[in-house]
């Protein structure tokens, strides 16, 4: 059996969902796969050649962890913990193209593949959504991990896809079609808990300091920012209100891929690129060379760019509708690593 998951790109919500806001993601034609079938003993092993690694254990329930953030093994406890009896040995290969540690989603895809590649081989009957509820349960919870959940539904669900967590998970699937986009990896590894300690708990702190005073206080639905100004320090008071304009960036954006709004491919990068300037210069999550990318990229006819994921490296994109060519040619010029994408179907059982 063949299982096939891809990874994926955030479009508006960056830096949002842990905030109880939600975000636009769209799975991407570049994608992570588990080979496999049974062998006749009671071991799990993993081939993992495109990082040079392996992986076996012996299945005796509960599987204790050995290592931080044991997630093969998470993964059929947390299935275990639902009742099944997952008992079987089973020889696998892990191979994919999604660039690593880059913001793309390689480490959750891996993981909904995992959990859906024993959903197929085992006929758990689960569907895409409860796959994604499944790796947010043993890659976040199991592990007391500060991650939101848009990596494991937005790979699990695929093409684009609108997920809000609050007051409870609500998942709405755009079916428009889209252009073409270019990913630029920076192959700068990211600083996801620097930008964390700045980006998050400087938000969070921000908001503790509101709540205390002002107890109906929610980010969703603020409408005047202004009067907290004074409660807040500079640096709290700049992330929100960009976090403000970014929620209102993503409600301008979901208003049109309902039809609500007219489309038009323009006012899609122009979405992106007013992001993009949230993230740059008032989360300050993105460098330098991201920045040069971006901008190559824009002046090669991309509509619009942006970092994507937590930031401080790691990948950006740029929605090219059109000559996409062009635009990989001016990010590789800038030193980064581009690939041409189209938004792409969940996971998968391939055979």
Not at 160 to 181: C, M
Request: proline fraction near 3%; charged fraction near 25%.
């Amino acid at each position: 059996m063949i299982v096939s998951t891809p990874g994926r790109i955030c479009l508006f919500g960056e830096h949002q969902d842990y905030l109880g806001l939600p975000v636009i993601a769209a799975a991407i034609s570049k994608r992570i796969q588990i080979e496999g079938d049974f062998n006749d003993t009671k071991t799990i092993h993993f081939a993992l050649p495109d990082v040079g690694m392996e992986e076996s254990f012996e299945l005796h329930y509960p599987l204790a962890y050995t290592k931080e953030r044991d997630y093969f093994k998470s993964v059929l406890n947390v299935l275990h913990r639902k009742g099944h009896r997952l008992e079987r040995g089973l020889e696998l290969s892990v191979s994919g193209n999604i660039p690593i540690n880059s913001g793309t989603s390689s480490s959750s895809a891996l993981l909904v593949s995992w959990v859906n590649f024993l959903n197929e081989i085992y006929g758990l009957g689960y569907s895409q959504k409860q796959v994604g509820e499944i790796t947010y349960e043993a890659e976040v919870l199991e592990f007391s991990e500060p991650g939101g959940m848009m990596d494991q539904y937005s790979t699990a669900v695929g093409n684009v896809i609108y997920l809000a967590s609050v007051p409870e998970i609500h998942i709405e699937t755009y079916a428009r079609e889209l252009g073409t986009f270019v990913l630029g990896d920076s192959m700068e590894p990211k600083d996801t808990l620097g930008i964390l300690s700045h980006v998050k708990f400087g938000m969070l702190g921000g908001m503790k300091k509101i709540q205390a005073k002002y107890l109906e206080f929610d980010l969703a639905t603020e409408m005047n920012p202004e009067r907290y100004r004074d409660l807040l320090t500079e640096d709290e008071w700049v992330l929100l209100q960009s976090n403000v304009s970014d929620r209102d960036l993503l409600l301008e954006a979901k208003a049109m891929f309902e039809g609500k709004n007219s489309w038009s491919d323009e006012k899609l990068g122009s979405l992106l690129n007013e992001h993009q300037v949230n993230l740059r210069d008032h989360k300050r999550i993105s460098t330098p060379k991201i920045n040069r990318m971006i901008e190559a990229a824009l002046e090669a006819g991309a509509l619009g760019a942006k970092i994507n994921g937590s930031g401080g490296g790691g990948c950006m994109f740029a929605y090219a509708p059109k000559d996409p060519e062009k635009v990989v040619a001016a990010i590789e010029k800038e030193g980064g690593k581009a690939y041409i994408i189209t938004v792409d179907k969940g996971t998968t059982k391939i055979r």
